[in-house]
């Protein structure tokens, strides 16, 4: 069964994020006060309505305490912030997300509770996408649409195989993924050979498509490297 993300707020950050969510696999509610909004994003994600998120019954109406995450991406009034925020924690939301437009409004959000406050000039809404996707990935710069690099913590199922052995390495990469570094005790491995053995902490910097990381995340046995059948004359 998909995650289900609410994201709450559906400006620039707010669109950004939503539909990356919803590419890389999430059912996602889109959440905002304007009906022009909601009318031109329908169809974009599983869900979008109008509503107002600084109301309890509205929320409990829609759900959301049932959500996997809810994204607070409110942008200039901060009081709607606030309260989403606090009304979500209040309901039992797994996680929150808020957006905060500066300091002081970020220190607000995580003393009433937000597990995580994001600053939308440092973090873009489909980098963010991605690190709430998988708990392994640190850090996601897309390069062009569903391929990018990402910064990913060795998933513990390969900890011990060489790069090879995990497909990540050799002449045909059997997750069509290319490790260009590892970080290990902050020394970079730089361009690793198949050879290389993942070991526990290593930091690995993978370029991929976006669906070849999300294959090895769910520890998916990888397809098998077939030889060419020489042609018969």
Same mark, same amino acid.
């Given at each position: 069964?998909?995650? +289900?993300?609410? &994201? ?26 304007? $009906?022009?909004? !909601?009318?031109? =994003? ?6 979008? !309505?109008?509503? /107002? ?15 996997? =995450? *809810? ?5 200039? $009034?901060?009081? *709607?912030?606030?309260?989403?925020? #606090?009304? =979500? ?9 808020? @957006?905060?437009?500066?300091? #002081?409004?970020?220190? %607000? ?8 406050? &994001? ?6 809404? !489909? @980098? ?7 708990? /392994? !990935? #640190? ?14 913590? *060795? ?5 011990? +195989? ?15 993924? %290319?490790? #260009?570094?590892?970080? @290990? ?16 902490? $290593? ?31």
């Amino acid at each position: 069964m998909a995650k +289900q993300a609410a &994201v709450i707020g559906m400006g620039r950050f707010g669109i950004s994020l939503a539909r990356e969510l919803y590419q890389i696999g999430f059912d996602v509610l889109g959440i905002d006060r304007s $009906d022009q909004v !909601v009318q031109e =994003l329908s169809g974009q994600l599983t869900t979008v !309505v109008q509503a /107002d998120s600084t109301s309890e019954t509205v929320l409990r109406h829609l759900g959301i305490a049932n959500y996997d =995450l *809810a994204v607070v991406a409110i942008g200039a $009034d901060i009081q *709607a912030s606030i309260m989403t925020t #606090l009304l =979500l924690k209040t309901m039992g939301v797994k996680e929150v997300i808020a @957006r905060a437009n500066n300091p #002081l409004h970020g220190q %607000t959000l995580r003393r009433i509770g937000a597990d995580r406050v &994001v600053f939308p000039e440092q973090e873009t809404g !489909v @980098r963010l996408a991605h690190t709430l996707f998988s708990p /392994d !990935v #640190l850090e996601y710069m897309s390069i062009v649409p569903s391929f990018g690099i990402s910064k990913i913590a *060795a998933p513990e199922h390969l900890i011990g +195989q060489t790069l090879e052995e995990a497909g990540l390495g050799g002449p045909r990469y059997r997750h069509s993924v %290319t490790v #260009l570094a590892i970080r @290990r005790s902050r020394e970079p491995i730089l361009f690793p050979a198949k050879e290389e053995v993942i070991t526990p902490g $290593d930091i690995l910097f993978v370029a991929c498509r976006d669906d070849r990381l999300e294959r090895i995340r769910r520890r998916e046995a990888p397809p098998p490297i077939t030889e060419a059948t020489p042609s018969v004359n």
